[in-house]
């Protein structure tokens, strides 16, 4: 069924979107809709960023004794 939209159907949508709910709530949609993917995306980096911290502090020293020694 939405594979015959096509590009007048896309625009006729958008019309009846933009006649119903007004350029400005629309804006203002849009913009926390931007806000909601960059908190997301933040998220993300942060939880990354402590996953490798947590790994680093837990990483072992598996150098043999003997190579130890020598530095």
């Known amino acids: ?3 015959n ?3 007048p159907g ?3 949508i958008a019309v009846v979107v933009l ?3 007004g350029r400005g709530k629309i804006s203002s949609l849009m ?3 931007g806000k909601g993917i960059t908190a997301f995306k ?3 980096k942060d939880s990354t960023e402590e996953l490798e911290q947590d790994a680093a502090t837990e990483a072992k020293d598996i150098t043999p004794e ?3 020694d020598k530095a």
């Open 66 to 68: 003997t190579e130890k």
């Open 19 to 21: 006649v119903l709910f």
């Open 10 to 12: 896309i625009l006729l």
């Open 1 to 3: 069924m939405l594979n």
């Open 31 to 33: 913009g926390e809709v």
């Open 42 to 44: 933040k998220g993300v």
């Open 5 to 7: 939209i096509g590009l």
